[in-house]
């Protein structure tokens, strides 16, 4: 917890401040301000930071203490610069002239719009299935997809670093969950066969992603959905980190592994390679989408996705579908193995497979808040994460490459990180 002390800004962690106590609700979260204050007072402060130019591999952002940090972009979830491509704005203004900004209403009532519903018809048969569910967000899909499947009584088999949506999904649904140690088909196959021999009729969803956003890391999903059908499971994949951005047609680690409209049910985000907001969930089974609208609250008591948001969606689609597309996946890959590779000569470690994220591991809380520091003061912005999002003294940066990052700035980011790990590393011995 919060001390006052010098040395506050470089120890404790967000989980620190999550049991607090006390009769007044708000007051409970005063230590947790003191503590980002004290992290803000020298500079290890990097989160919250407000973008003010368009998102793209060179980027101006303020930090919470009104610093502006300006130069290559490693922070932004753009893995295919759509963004800012001419047809997708070009698709946003067509989508205001002739819809409007708003759904102005439910999907189960009058929110759908002739865009979104193309949009699902689109993805569905991108995505190999017979039906598909477009979602406001795809938090709300993650979630949504989880708490409306799984009843009390009903079991959960799920990644332990999974997302968080995914993971509250569980949680609020049943008490039953079984958390598996990542990415282990071992111990998924020893919590199936355990709850079938003890729970015969009861439910089971068994939950995971293609790419995992904090290790850049992939499971065997064959093996996986043959452990489900071989004990009457559902598999739940999240595609959100590959559809689009990895794969020859965009369709991800599914398409890789010869998956495609083959797992059970898949859900996904728009945000990270459609330029939108938004999410969706696809399967075969026919009572999916009235399921979804009748009965999912994300989806029942949200305003639908715009229309604008619909259009986008559907314009990022036609490029990733496209030549531009593959060509854009090809310079994706080319700039994520440049990125790793720079790094790993440099004598960083860097874990997972080549994808858009590339993490890169600082080790400790104070020496990666330093790091972090010192990325921003040399102009390249990057994201920090720290315990609880992963095991303490396992802190990393999570690089975020875009299909136009540069040789240049890659170079740049490699040589003053560098740079600023020997000059750390030197303070610190010092200091001890």
Known sequence: MFDGSGNA???GTLADYISAKGPDLLARWDAHQDWFDARMGRGVDPYCKVALTRTGTLAQSRLRCGRVVEGPNFASQDYLNLSSHPAIAEAA???INEFGVHSAGSSALMGCTALSEELERRLAAFLGYSDCTVFPTGWGAGYGIVKTLVRPDDHVVID???HACLQEGARNATRNVHAFPHLSNDAVARRLTRIRDEN???GILVVTETVFSMDSDVPNLRELQALCRRHGATLLVDVAHDLGAIGPTGRGYLELMNLVGQVDIVMGSFSKTFATNGGFVASNHRAMKLMLRGHCG???FSNAISPVQAAIALAALDIVQGEEGAELRGQLLASSVALRSAF???GFKVGGQPTAIVPIYLGDARTSRLMTREMHEAGILVNLVEHPAVARNACRWRAQVMAKHDLEQVGRFVSAAAAA??????????AT
């Open 9 to 11: 800004a470089f120890s």
């Open 200 to 202: 015969p009729d009861a």
């Open 160 to 162: 332990c670093l999974s």
């Open 421 to 430: 790990r020997d000059r750390i590393s030197k303070e610190i011995s010092c």
């Open 298 to 300: 994300p989806l029942l």
């Open 93 to 95: 203004r067509n989508a």
């Open 344 to 346: 790993k000569d440099a």
